[in-house]
Structure formats: structure tokens, C-alpha cells
């Protein structure tokens, strides 16, 4: 969530910033809200001021011998009791406005970080560096068709158990989606990360504090009879295991590496990625996520990127890392690098891990602040795909098909599967 104090006193610079994501916006409106929220604050800290004055004074004059029910005690009392009742009303007008300034600020996207590139759309991105040596060969095939062949998914029967984006993993495709699960994670808590294993139903706080609501509640399924919706991304549970909290800057930064099913509807998508792991309704994933001081918050964008890239490199996957310019960001990102794995089957990269700095941004919303000396600040959030594993999967199918119908694999995960090559049937 944006800063109300930038809303008062600068929102010029909100408008040029969410300008260079292609939002036009006309903020005044919001800005005197934000203003006449704060007069109406110090109003009323000023009453407060006063009628603790009073209410001392009362003190006071009863000590010097003053009745207490004598007539000049019973004014002041009377003063102070007038003075509650238009505090009592002020609170009342601040919460009313303060509840409509939230909902307003809370659907407006971050500002794009000054590193950002300024670009329209996905087409301005900018590539950034390049790994591997990707196959080129006539006649790959895709995914899902090895996928098949070798009895590693079931659609048809998926779509009787739920609909349609939905897969059944079986025997060997069970399997190795089980092993890159274990080998992410075991990588990932080599270079320092903590293995969590969050809830998959989260509330509404949980995702309003992440940034997926109010916007994208379409995108999300919803239980019908409790506040609880299927998460989207781990990245929603890890916000919110520090909801609320004010965390020592000694114990900084904090980093995360977990596992969860993800559930989106993919509105919007329909007709595109039909068959195959790419877009489903129901996929894994291991996010990574830290929680930083704001001027290690860089640094870290680095080093997580360079923690989910070395997934693909120990995978021999090759790809390509971009820097999305500032109208193709996340909602709540403020700078974004994607991470695009080659598909040798369809002869192009597809994204594979999208790992964002968010600044201050979750944190806001989330109330999260880091302690350091007397003084508290919010402290900056940052996160990662550290893989898709469905998507990961199609890359290890589409880049390790072999002439004679098998797929080898990474030795990595040989330790995983007991073995380094996927067979046909016998």
C-alpha cells in the first residue's frame, strides 16, 4: 500500500510514477481525504490535550480544598465531559475516512522502483543475460505429447474428477514431481533459506496483505461458507507469518523457502495453454521469500534471482533472465526480473519464476516493521519462484527427449528418483 503521507503531501509523484505503468489517475480526490483525515487527527489530539488539562486541574483544586461537588469542579467536569463527547465524534469522522482512504489506497498498485526500465508492455522488457545452450533440432516434441507417451499425466480423468486444467500425476510423472520438490527444497536450505510448510486456505488479510485482494479476487477460489480462500502463491501464507509484528533488525534479514499447491482460475486465459502443464488451475511450487532491511533490499532482488537461477543451472535447463519494465510489473512489485526456461519442443522461452522486490509495499499493507534501537520502520519484502514445478517438468520433458522414446534427466535428481532417464512403457 502507497504512503498516505506521500498522498498528502506529494501526489504528483504517486501520479507520475503510476503513469509510467500506463495508469492515468487523478488523485485529488484522495489527497483531501488523506488531508482532512490529518486535520481532523490533530483536532482531535488537541481536545485530548485539553482535556487531560482539565482533568488534572480537577485534581488539583480538590486537593486545595475546592468541593468536589462545588460549582467551580462541577464546570470543569462539565468542560471535560462536552470535550469527550466531540473527541468521541471526531474518532467516529476519522474512521469513516480512514476506512475510505484504506480501500481506495489498497487498490492502487506500487510505485515502480527509479532501476526499473520505462516500457509499455511485455514486448519493452529488457534481457538481461543468458544461460545454456538451448537445442534447436527439428521434429522435438512438446510436453504433453511425451508427457503421453510415457504415461506420465492423465487429463481425460482429471477433468471427470474436477474440470478441465486439471492433471493426475502417475507412476514415474508422480514421481519426479514428488523428487524436484524435495531437490528444490534441499537446495534451497543449503544456501541458508528455512523450510516452511505454510497453510493452504488463507483469509482475506492473509491475501489483502500480500496485494492479491481487493484486485484479483476473480483469479482466486473462495470457500462459500468461512473466510477462507485457496492460496494463490506461497507467497501470501509467508507475508502474513509476520502480520502485525515488529520484528529486531538483528535478526534480518529472514529467508524462506516453501512448498505449497497453488490454485488460480486464470481468468482471462481461456483458449491459451490448453494441454500440458503450462497454465492449470491447481499446480506446486517452492517460493522463495525474504524480509530485508530497506537498504539491503537490492542486494537481496540479486541474490534471491541468483537462488532460483541456480535451480535451473543444476537442472541443466537453459534460460534467459529478463527485467520487466515498468508497464509489464506486478501488482505489488516495484522491480521484477522473470526467469524464462527454454522450451525445446516449442522452440521458445516461457517464464518459469518471477522474482520481485516489493519494497515497503507488503509490508504496509501487512503492518510489518523491524526494531532497531528505540525507533520502528517498516522493513522491505521481497519474493520468488524458486521453481514452478509443473512448468520445471515440462522443461526436464521437453529438453532431455532422447531418439529412442526416453528422457534423460539431471544427475541431480538422480539421488531423488534412483535412476537418471524416464522409459516408455514396457
Same mark, same amino acid.
Given at each position: 500500500m502507497l504512503d498516505q503521507r506521500l498522498l498528502r503531501d506529494n501526489p504528483e509523484l504517486i501520479s507520475q510514477q503510476l503513469g509510467r505503468r500506463g495508469l492515468v489517475l487523478d488523485l485529488s480526490d484522495l489527497q483531501a481525504i488523506a488531508r482532512r483525515e490529518r486535520d481532523l487527527e490533530e483536532q482531535r489530539s488537541a481536545l485530548q490535550a485539553e482535556g487531560n488539562r482539565i482533568g488534572k486541574e480537577v485534581g488539583q483544586r480538590i486537593q486545595g480544598g475546592a468541593s468536589a461537588s462545588g460549582p467551580e469542579v462541577q464546570e470543569l467536569r462539565e468542560q471535560g465531559n462536552r470535550i469527550k463527547h466531540e473527541v468521541a465524534a471526531l474518532e467516529e469522522q476519522e474512521k469513516a475516512l480512514e476506512q475510505q482512504l484504506r480501500q481506495q489506497l489498497l487498490a492502487l498498485p506500487n510505485l515502480p522502483s527509479p532501476l526499473t526500465p520505462d516500457g509499455r508492455d511485455e514486448a519493452d522488457n529488457v534481457v538481461v543475460r543468458e544461460w545454456g545452450d538451448p537445442r534447436?533440432?527439428?521434429?522435438?516434441?512438446?510436453?504433453?505429447?511425451?508427457?503421453?507417451?510415457?504415461?506420465?499425466?492423465?487429463?481425460?480423468?482429471?477433468?471427470?474428477?474436477?474440470?478441465?486444467? *486439471?492433471?493426475?500425476?502417475?507412476?514415474q510423472g508422480a514421481r519426479l514431481e514428488r523428487a524436484l520438490i524435495s531437490f528444490m527444497l534441499d537446495l534451497h536450505g543449503t544456501k541458508g533459506y528455512l523450510e516452511v510448510l505454510p497453510p493452504v486456505l488463507v483469509n482475506t488479510a492473509s491475501l489483502t496483505g500480500s496485494g492479491q485482494l481487493p484486485k484479483f479476487a476473480e483469479e482466486s477460489f473462495r470457500c462459500a461458507d468461512d473466510d477462507l480462500w485457496l492460496t494463490p502463491t506461497a507467497e501470501v501464507p509467508l507475508t502474513s507469518l509476520h502480520r502485525d509484528e515488529v520484528i529486531p533488525a538483528d535478526q534480518l534479514p529472514i529467508r524462506y523457502a516453501a512448498y505449497s499447491p497453488c490454485f488460480r482460475r486464470e481468468a482471462g486465459s481461456y483458449g491459451r495453454d490448453t494441454r500440458g502443464l503450462i497454465r492449470?488451475?491447481? *499446480?506446486?511450487?517452492?517460493?522463495?521469500?525474504? *524480509?530485508?532491511?530497506?537498504? #539491503?533490499?537490492?542486494?537481496?532482488?540479486?541474490?534471491?534471482?541468483?537462488?532460483?537461477?541456480?535451480?535451473? #543451472?543444476a537442472l541443466e535447463l537453459p534460460y534467459r533472465r529478463l527485467e520487466l519494465c515498468s508497464g509489464d510489473l506486478g501488482f505489488s512489485a516495484?522491480?521484477?526480473?522473470?526467469?524464462?526456461?527454454?522450451?525445446?519442443?516449442?522452440?521458445?522461452?516461457?517464464?518459469?519464476?518471477?522474482?520481485?522486490?516489493?519494497?515497503? *509495499?507488503?509490508a504496509r499493507r501487512a503492518a510489518i516493521r523491524m526494531k532497531e534501537g528505540k525507533g520502528t520502520q517498516l522493513l522491505h519484502t521481497l519474493n520468488g519462484s524458486g521453481l514452478a514445478i509443473g512448468r520445471t517438468m515440462a522443461a526436464l520433458l521437453e529438453n532431455g527427449q532422447q531418439a529412442d522414446g526416453s528422457v534423460r534427466l539431471p544427475a541431480v535428481l538422480a539421488p531423488y528418483l534412483g535412476h537418471d532417464r524416464l522409459l516408455p512403457p514396457a
Open positions: 534447436r533440432e527439428p521434429g522435438l516434441q512438446e510436453h504433453w505429447e511425451i508427457a503421453d507417451r510415457l504415461g506420465l499425466i492423465d487429463t481425460e480423468r482429471s477433468t471427470r474428477i474436477a474440470q478441465s486444467r *486439471f492433471v493426475t500425476l502417475l507412476g492449470l488451475h491447481q *499446480f506446486n511450487k517452492v517460493e522463495l521469500y525474504w *524480509f530485508c532491511r530497506p537498504e #539491503e533490499s537490492e542486494a537481496a532482488h540479486e541474490q534471491l534471482t541468483r537462488d532460483a537461477e541456480a535451480v535451473l #543451472e516495484a522491480r521484477t526480473y522473470d526467469l524464462e526456461v527454454w522450451l525445446a519442443g516449442a522452440g521458445t522461452y516461457r517464464e518459469i519464476s518471477s522474482c520481485s522486490t516489493c519494497s515497503d *509495499f507488503q
